[in-house]
Structures are given as C-alpha cells and as structure tokens.
C-alpha cells in the first residue's frame, strides 16, 4: 500500500443520491409490490391446490403411469403437428425474404416502403400466434390450414426481421462494385447478397422450424389442427393419463427437433 | 454509340482523334470543404493515365465522380460520349456497364468460387438468374468468364472459393470480372495498395498489359512512385483540389513528382 493511499480516508459506502434517482426507485418498488399483491394467488390458495394435486386420487396420481393404448393415433396426429409446423416454417420463410429485402435500407426501393415492410414485420411478430390461429380460424375455419397460417405469420415476423439484420450487415463491397458495374437490384441480391447472407439465413430457418414446431402444439387448443386438440380433449374427459402421453411424447418431438437443427447449426459454422 | 468521341479506340494512343474522356471544372464537396475546385483533363483512346496527389487530395473523390458514383456539385464530365452528370437512371447503368473498375479491396463475394465471381462481370449487359451463379449460366458465357480468368493466369482455380485464394489472387479474380463486362475504359483505384510489393506490381503490370492488348483507356491511382512511372503513359498530379501538373510519363521529373506523394515510396 502506497503512503498516499494509506493516508487518505476510505471512500463512502454509498454514493450520493439525487431526488429523481430516489422517486425511481420508490416508483419502481411500487409496482413491483402492487403488482404481486394484485394477481400473484396468496400462500393459503398455494397450499390447497398442492394438497390437491398430490392428494391420493389427485390429478397427479390420476395422471400416471401414462396410458399408451392410443399411442398410434397420438403418433399420427403428432405426425401431422410436424406437417404442420413444416408447412408454416416454410411458407413463412419463403414469404420472410421478399418482406426482409423491402425491410432493408439498401435494398428498399423506397424509404417509406421500408418503414412499411418494419411496421408489418414487427406487428406480424408481436401478435402471438394463439391470437393469429383464431383469427385465421374465423378466415379459413377450424383445422389445421388456420394453424398454418398462423404459424407462417408468425416466422414472417420471426425470420423477415433476422434476414433484414443479417443483410443490413453483409459486406456492402460487392454490393457497390456490381452497382458500379451497373448491376440491377434483383442481380445484387442474388449474386452477392444472398450468398454473403447464407450461414446466418440457415440457422435463423433452423431456429424458426423450433419455434414453429414448439407453436404448433398449442394451437390444437384453440382449434388450429395438430395434437392440441386431443390434449385439450384429454384434459376435458378427465383422461390425465391420456393427456401425460401426449405430453410426453410432444416431448420427445420438440427435443428431437431441437437437437436435429442445433446438430446441422454447428455442421454449419 | 456517337461517333465523334469513341472513335478512337483503335488508334491507341493517338492524339489526332478526340478525347475519350473530358473533364472541365469539375468541383466536389461532400458538404464541408471542396475536395475537388474546377479540376479538367482529358484522356485519348489507349492511353495509360495515372493520377497522383497526397492522401486525402482526392483522388477517389474523383474516380467516383467519373461514374457518379457520389454525384459531382457541378462542372461538365464528358464519358464515351455521353454527358454523365446527366444520366438518368437507366442511361447511367448502361454507361456504367461500359466502364471497368478495379478498387483497391477487390470487392468479391467471398463464399463464391473465382469462376462465379468472375461471371457476375455479365450484368453489366445481361440480367436474370444465368448472371448469377456459375451453375446456372449458358455455355457461352461459362466459357467467356473461363477464357477472362486464364487471361490473369487462373482457369485452374476456376472453382475455388476466392476466400480461398490469396490477396493478389483474389485482385486478379477481380480484374477478370471487369474483363468479362467488356469495358472500353478501366478505372483502377489503388488496385496494388493492399498486397505485398511482389503481387502488387504483378497486378499493376498486368493491368497495364491487358489494357495495351486490348487498346484500352487505363485511368489508374497509385501511391506508389515507380509503379506510376514504370506502368502510365501520361500523370495527372491532383493538389489542392486542382490538376497542378499534367505531363507525359518519359518526361516526368522524379524529383518533382515525388512532391505528390506524402510517404518516401519503398
Ligand atoms: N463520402 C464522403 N463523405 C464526406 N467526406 C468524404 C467522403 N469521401 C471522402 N471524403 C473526404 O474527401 C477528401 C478526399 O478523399 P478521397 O478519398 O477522395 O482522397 P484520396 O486522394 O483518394 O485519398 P487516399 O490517398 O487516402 O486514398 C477527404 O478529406 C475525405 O475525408
Ligand atoms: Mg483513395
């Protein structure tokens, strides 16, 4: 320890606080309590619903050991879930591209296009594909096209905002010399942005088949085709034991998926 | 194609015919200073120009206001015979498609291969899906960007990836693809400033002999003293926003020239 140091006093614990900086915190302190307060469920619901579940002839027990006697059927609407989730990521990616180009500010035509194609983009992501599965029900009716339509709707929004961030930092060196050149716009998308492009679209394609296969469980429930369904029927009938096998093995779907794209991903890089 | 000031291009290097190119008064500013202040030259059919000047003079500014690449403030550039400051769109890229460029970072598209690379020279004359991958392109054009690439010596890394190659390679790569967009004028912007001594003056030589095979206008920036004497015709010197020397290559006087560059040359 330098003398110097030694002789002069510690500094504070705590450094000087502004007015604003202390009504932020109390502010911030504020809503986090009302908000517990408000819709967290007290300790004495907590312990009955536990003493509920775990009760002898409570929905756990009820729930095990799982019932395979339907496992074919499960396995073929479990099929037709992939389909479905497939479908929606493809269709959605195809339909991504030409929304991420216009999104994009060298490749948009038109400043106010872009801003277009990013408001599009941003409300096709922020509303959640439940909300967009019923309102495509309304459209095409119950089944699994309105699932796919959602689901399609939603990786537009996912991947069309990860293909524009991927092009936007793409190296702009081809991309000016083709223009010197004299290039058109579909020239220099194709021969020097797509493929600079390439590695990042692929893993963004993989990451939104997850998604879309993780999303096309649920949307059975609110009727938009796929194993959902009969989830949302196995709980309706009381069939806990039913409902653990689909569960269990939409599991083992969405794991295997997962670990088949994060495989390719790292093939990739 | 008008004929007073293209016709030319066979009479390398003679003065009896016009200019290719005309530039009078030409001033620049991005919005701050003047780069460029009224600068005018003119370059003839087949001859190799080099245009010097210390860093910052400007030099690219001018380049790039030569194929309105950044937009000129005023001044008259007279092209081919075309009045370039006032292309519109579509005349611009038909103009541009008749100028070749080499930059000084070769600009490829690095996870293609050299032949694809080489080929995308053909959308300065044709567009769609053949232009733009080497598997998809008609024989013919497969064949030209073949025949482009074995003129700087490389038809046998045809399709190897150009991240693959090396940093002279790679430049080579990017001459072929100006071959393959048939320029009649080469622009070159400090193709040798990023590579080694060695590749850099393989690449300025074969610049300089390509442009002379095929009687071509060759406008190139260097900062390199002996690759501006041993490789130009003539050398413009830019200072101040102006043309303050304009002299013929055997003439030039080394001492003075030396002037023009800021670093001693290696
Ligand atoms: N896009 C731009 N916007 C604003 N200023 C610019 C732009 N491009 C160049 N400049 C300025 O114009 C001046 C000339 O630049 P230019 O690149 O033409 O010089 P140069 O002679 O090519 O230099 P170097 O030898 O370093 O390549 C510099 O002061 C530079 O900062
Ligand atoms: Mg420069």
Sequence with gaps: MTPSLARSAPPPRFQHRSLAEYVGIIVVLALVITSVVNTAPPLDTLQRGAARLFAPSGFLMQMFPPDFTHVDRIFWKLLETLQMAVAGAALGLICAVPFAILATDRLSPHPLIKTAARGCIAFFRTVPDLVWAIFFIIVVGLGPAAGVLALMIDKIGFAGRFFAEAMEEADTGPQDALRAIGASRMGIIFSAVFPACLPSFTATSLFALEKSVRGSAALGLVGAGGIGVDLKVAFDLFNYDEALTIILMMLILVVGVEQGSSWIRRKLI | ?266
């Design chain 2, 1 to 266: 194609m008008n004929a007073p000031l293209d016709a030319g291009t066979t009479l390398a290097g003679s003065t009896l015919v016009g200019p290719v190119l005309r530039v009078s008064d030409l001033v620049k500013s991005y919005g701050g200073p003047t780069i460029l202040n009224g600068v005018s030259f003119e370059a003839y059919a087949g001859v190799s120009l080099a245009v010097i000047g210390a860093n910052g003079s400007g030099k690219s500014t001018l380049l790039k206001c030569l194929i309105r690449l950044t937009d000129p403030t005023s001044g008259r550039i007279e092209i081919l015979g075309h009045e370039v400051i006032s292309l519109a769109s579509r005349a611009l890229r038909r103009f541009r498609s008749r100028i070749g460029v080499v930059w000084q970072k070769h600009n490829l598209v690095p996870r293609l291969s050299a032949l694809s690379n080489v080929l995308h020279g053909v959308q300065s004359r044709l567009s769609g899906p053949r232009s733009w991958w080497q598997w998809a392109a008609t024989d013919a054009v497969r064949a030209e960007a073949l025949a482009c690439l074995a003129r700087v010596g490389l038809d046998d890394k045809a399709l190897q990836r150009v991240d693959s190659l090396s940093g002279g390679q790679q430049q080579r790569v990017a001459i072929a693809r100006m071959l393959m967009q048939r320029p009649e004028i080469i622009l070159a912007d400090e193709p040798d400033a990023s590579l080694d001594p060695q590749s850099g003056e393989d690449v300025m030589r074969l610049l300089s002999d390509l442009a002379r095979q095929d009687g071509l206008t060759l406008i190139v920036i260097s900062h390199r003293l002996e690759h501006t004497l041993q490789f130009s015709d003539r050398i413009i010197g830019l200072a101040g926003g102006l043309i303050t020397m304009d002299v013929a290559t055997q003439q030039a006087d080394p001492i003075k020239l030396r002037r023009f560059f800021d670093k001693p040359t290696e």
